[in-house]
């Protein structure tokens, strides 16, 4: 599956963006689908995750209740609409797919095979 990421901007602290994620290929609605992000100098961490019918997401505890992922497995798109945005949620953001849900509750870039190549947010005070 290929990932094209996009809807990344400059919006001021307290603002909302809302983040897509195309996909291509016929077996869209087979993966699990996540959300990462990268700050400069920092590594790549966890944002969110949905399932394959889009009915279970978690997320990281720093964007719990602002985030929400969401699916459409129609259009082969994943969503995250971002509210009450902090300028610590500056990063490049990325989706990715992968096959497998972490029962654990614990995400890493491991889990996921597949990525997009990013989106610009920036988060300005």
């Known amino acids: 599956v290929q990932l094209q990421a996009s809807g990344g901007g400059l919006v001021q602290a307290g603002g909302s963006l809302s983040l897509s994620c195309a996909a291509s290929g016929r077996t869209f609605s087979s993966y699990v689908l996540g959300w990462f992000r990268q700050a400069p100098g920092k590594e790549r961490e966890f944002v969110a995750v949905i399932d394959w019918s889009g009915t279970t997401t978690e997320y990281a505890a720093s964007v719990k209740d602002r985030f929400t992922a969401s699916r459409d497995n129609t259009k082969n798109t994943v969503y995250l609409q971002m509210n009450m945005l902090k300028p610590e949620d500056t990063a490049t953001y990325y989706c990715?797919?992968?096959?497998?849900?972490?029962?654990?509750?614990?995400?890493?870039?491991?889990?996921?095979?597949?990525w997009g190549q990013g989106t610009q947010v920036t988060v300005s005070s």
């Open positions: 990715a797919a992968g096959s497998r849900w972490a029962y654990s509750g614990r995400w890493n870039r491991r889990d996921f095979g597949y």
